[in-house]
């Protein structure tokens, strides 16, 4: 498996793990041992690109928890 999808998959399970990702998704996918590639595809939010370097389907994926913006009032 790769190392962005065993990612994604951790924080899909794993609630520290994704309260560590959105408080510094920089750091806790280095800490995970993400390349800047894997990174910056999570980033972006474009599942065709995480899809991409995983080697799967952009239909397989979930929604990508990438930086949350506060909406609007």
Excluded: C, W
Excluded at 10 to 21: P, R, Y
């Amino acid at each position: 498996m790769s190392k962005l999808l065993e990612y994604l998959n951790t924080l899909d399970k794993d609630a520290d793990a994704l309260t560590s990702h959105r408080s510094d998704p920089g750091a806790a996918m280095t800490n995970f041992g993400l390349t800047a590639e894997e990174q910056s595809a999570v980033l972006s939010g474009d599942k065709a690109a995480v899809a991409g370097i995983v080697g799967i389907s952009a239909d397989e994926l979930p929604a990508i928890d990438s930086i949350e913006t506060t909406p609007n009032p």
